[in-house]
């Protein structure tokens, strides 16, 4: 029933009509799984990202007994990342996309301690934090990662990134400052400095970055600016490999290639960037790329507490993970999402670091928990993908449903759709249900709260 309510909700808001009312009931585990033992374990899930929500929710629906359950993260909310380069081009209000963990945990039910975590001891099964040392029978490393700068620290100062929600607000702040000031420059080279956008990176949420940066700047922004004109502002996305959206079938970056070109998008393509000097982005080539505003969405790299243990890791940086999803020489800890370093069963490439990867592996994790709580053997986790589907800007998205791939309208309901299903909460579906029609019928947020 649940699943039906969401989807109908998600289908009104797809096509742009304000949502009325929302119901969403939480699922009656069918039974309750009864740890064995004498002492309650302690379960500890270290991080409340896509993968660490999918674990507890795969403990609450095997009405687990038994068990002490902990959820710790360094915010007291979920966030639904997909939706930050919404929240940095003025679509989605940010308080829409981050739902409170206490209610959450409230309902599964675990614990929640919200502080930051400085280590791991594997030897003594203490994870060590900043509200001091918690002891933990079995460990979830669900930690996510951070923004990989590749060592060019001139280039981490000068850009910014889109991890966080201050960060989508810095960078919604400073295109609309760019504007602003273009407004009334009187010199044409810092007027065209001041509109040029560069974004670094073309995997997905750089793609869906600069279509939703071009429907901002002219369908938002310049009709208001009469000293502009609609061909002044120029967006750059620069890819060091030879294709946008590496790891996608050829198809989808096809109509995703197509379609940033009909948006009049600079493609840079096999342009890796060597830092930055006055403004300007310079290449390894030697040229330069003078931009105002440079966002930077071109790697990852794991979370300093997975990076520091002392287990075998993979050349990017993660944890070698078993078939369980275990690290091999500590059985009891699991690591899943931007942590771990899984092969693709059929190619043995690793599976990308998605939030599509991370809630199947967290769901597989929680369940081979409770299979170990209750005495049962464990099944290995076996990836299958649901599909891909990624935004173009208004009114378009490419995607692919198994062997058939599309784009154009059909593609961007779909892809909002399954977007507004996913996000926790009543309320934040609600909002984003309503910021989305507000976009579609009005203008999106265009005002600098930041200054």
Known sequence: METK???????IAATGVPLALLAARRRRAPHRAQATGDRRASVVVAGAGFGGIA???????????????????????????????QVATGSVDDQHIAYPLRPFCAGVPAEFLCTTIRGVNLVDQVVETDAGRIRYDYLVLALGSQTNYFGM?????????????????SIRARIIDSVERAAVASDPEERR?????????????????????DD?????????????RGEEPRIVLIEAMDTILPGTTPRMRA???????DLGIDIRLKTAVAGVRNGALVTRAGDEIA???????????????????????????????????RIPSAPNV????????????????????????????????????????????????????????????????????????????????????????QIMGVRSRVGVTLDWTAALLSRRYIANTEV
């Open 334 to 421: 699991f690591a899943l999402g931007d942590n771990a370093f899984v092969p693709d069963q059929n190619s043995g490439a690793p599976l990308p670091a998605n939030a599509s990867v991370a809630v199947r592996e967290g769901a597989a994790v929680g369940r081979n928990l409770v299979r170990l709580l209750t005495g049962h053997p464990l099944e290995p986790f076996v990836f299958r993908s649901p599909g891909e589907m990624i935004a173009l800007g208004r009114g378009h998205a490419a995607a692919t449903i198994g062997p058939v791939a599309f784009g154009g309208l059909p593609a961007w309901l779909v892809w909002r759709v399954f977007h507004l299903s």
């Open 193 to 213: 400095w001041l509109l040029t956008f560069a974004v670094v990176g073309a995997g997905a949420t750089g793609v869906e970055l600069v279509a939703s940066l």
């Open 5 to 11: 309510t969401r989807n109908r909700a998600a289908l």
């Open 153 to 169: 620290h001139e280039v981490e100062r000068e850009a910014l990134g889109l991890k966080t929600i201050p960060a989508a607000s």
């Open 255 to 261: 109509i995703a290639e197509r379609r940033l070109k």
């Open 216 to 228: 901002l700047l002219r369908n938002n922004l310049l009709p208001y600016y009469p000293s502009l």
């Open 55 to 85: 674990v507890l929710n795969a403990l609450r629906d095997a009405g687990l007994d038994g068990a002490d359950i902990l959820l710790i993260d360094q915010h007291n909310y979920h966030l639904f990342t997909p939706l930050l380069y």
């Open 291 to 325: 931009a105002a505003t440079l966002i930077w969405t071109a790697g990852i790299r794991p979370n300093p507490v997975a990076a520091s243990l002392p287990v075998e890791k993979s050349r990017d940086g993660r944890i070698v993970v078993d078939e369980y999803l």
